[in-house]
């Protein structure tokens, strides 16, 4: 019966859930997304049983919490817990201002799948990682998932369609089009600039690009976004050739409101590295298996990668691109920039 919704369709309705606060059913747990969890609906909760506080294992680092499980926590919440002891585990904004949070037990034994779908599902909507999970009963009108099934799903790798594509002349190359990829998971779309008419069966002149607001659009001097998007674009344009794909994971694929979250960590002494951690995210949360899928559809095979990030490099090459040359991407540093610059070339690896 093709009018019941697809796994891939009820995974992405759960998303969209806990981004408005309503909680979803994962197997025999009802699960919210801390950040968008209301004073009341944390109270229903709590009347269903011992809600416990799912966290990622960098989040408990930071909290000194024990981690019994693979990559998270699952923390007891105290009798009296409000939504203010929760968003302070959960939101490290205040850790610095208000250390002591626990003591803190760490519940141990027992399937923690749910917890993992639970927290896998709040970070692909872009939330802070953390999750409030209690056994419950399944309730009317919540969105279902099985928590193995859901988990499958997310890892899986969506198939990506192009939509529409016009002519779009630019700055640096009047001979360009724009066309646009929609993932078939609900994920964000995606953009390819081709510029010129690059041969499918030689190593084209590539790009990809994260999205970076701050730095694309506002022209931010936190980062060296803007001015490298606009220098591998100038290279395409005088090469006459060249296809640069502008991925919507925006800061390394944690969402906007979440890179703010780590400027002001940043901001208060942390570097780009630490602040995702203290988060809860891994360094970069980034798929770059959406790179190599749009440059197959694009019909390459070939590219000629300008990256100083050796693992857009690797990661190409693991999904069947070949990198026929890495091309260096010199960015200007300024007095805002460098500490970032220098902290990706020390702990990510990046050649500067
Ligand atoms: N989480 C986080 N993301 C950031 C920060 N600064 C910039 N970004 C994001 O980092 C990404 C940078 O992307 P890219 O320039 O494509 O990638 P890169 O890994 O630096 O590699 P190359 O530029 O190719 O050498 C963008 O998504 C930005 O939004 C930060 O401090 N924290
Ligand atoms: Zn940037």
Request: glycine share 10%.
């Amino acid at each position: 019966m093709s009018l019941v919704p697809t796994l891939a369709e009820t995974v992405s309705r759960a998303r969209a859930d806990l981004r408005m606060g309503l909680p979803v059913m994962l197997g025999g747990h009802l699960v919210g997304a801390v950040e968008t969890l209301s004073a009341e609906r944390l109270r229903d909760f709590q009347a269903l049983g011992k809600p416990v506080l799912a966290l990622t294992e960098r989040r408990a680092e930071t909290l000194k919490a024990r981690v019994y499980d693979d990559g998270l926590a699952r923390i007891e919440l105290p009798d009296d817990a409000d939504l203010h002891w929760l968003r302070a585990l959960a939101d490290p904004s205040g850790d610095l201002m208000t250390p002591m949070k626990g003591p803190l037990f760490t519940q141990r034994g027992g399937d923690a799948t749910p917890h993992m779908a639970a927290l896998a599902l709040v970070k692909s909507a872009q939330l802070l990682p953390a999750a409030l999970v209690v056994p419950a009963r399944a309730l009317a009108g919540l969105t279902v998932l099985a928590p193995g099934a859901a988990l499958a799903q997310m890892a899986g790798e969506a198939a990506m369609d192009p939509v529409a594509a016009a002519r779009l002349p630019l700055a640096s190359a009047e001979r360009s089009r724009l066309h646009i990829f929609r993932p078939d998971d609900g994920g964000a779309e995606h953009y390819a600039i081709e510029i010129g008419d690059p041969p499918r069966d030689a190593p084209v002149l590539s790009r990809l690009h994260s999205a970076c607001y701050t730095g694309d659009v506002l022209g931010s001097l936190k980062c060296d976004c803007g001015p490298q998007l606009h220098a591998a674009l100038d290279a395409m344009g005088k090469e006459g050739a060249g296809v640069l794909l502008y991925l919507n994971q925006e800061g390394r694929g944690i969402g906007l409101a979440n890179k703010m979250r780590a400027y002001d960590l940043q901001n208060q002494g942390f570097d780009t590295v630490e602040a995702n951690h203290r988060l809860g995210f891994e360094d970069d949360e980034r798929d770059f298996r959406i790179g190599a899928a749009l440059l197959r559809r694009l019909g390459f095979d070939q590219v000629r990668l300008m990256t100083n990030n050796p693992r857009k490099v690797s990661m190409l090459q693991g999904h069947g691109i070949t990198v026929t040359e890495r091309v260096p991407l010199v960015t200007a540093r300024n007095r805002f920039n460098t500490n970032y610059l220098d902290t990706k070339a020390s702990k990510s690896g990046h050649l500067l």
